[in-house]
């Protein structure tokens, strides 16, 4: 056998997920409006709109 096969790469094994902390992250409800920069952009397409009509 070559010493490349006589290596194994062993992992660590990770700490499991806490099963409890997705639902109570689904359930933070936040702003029900346009972002800030997604009204930003709306005012200035409608302001090319407005001015293309002149």
């Known amino acids: 056998m070559s010493s490349a096969r006589k290596t194994k790469l062993r ?8 099963p409890l902390v997705v639902p ?3 359930r933070k409800a ?5 972002s800030r920069s997604a009204e930003r952009n709306a005012d ?6 407005q001015l293309k009509e002149i």
């Open 11 to 18: 992992l660590a094994a990770s700490k499991p997920r806490n």
């Open 30 to 34: 936040g702003e029900h409006r346009k």
């Open 44 to 49: 200035k397409m409608q302001l090319k709109k």
């Open 24 to 26: 109570a992250a689904q």
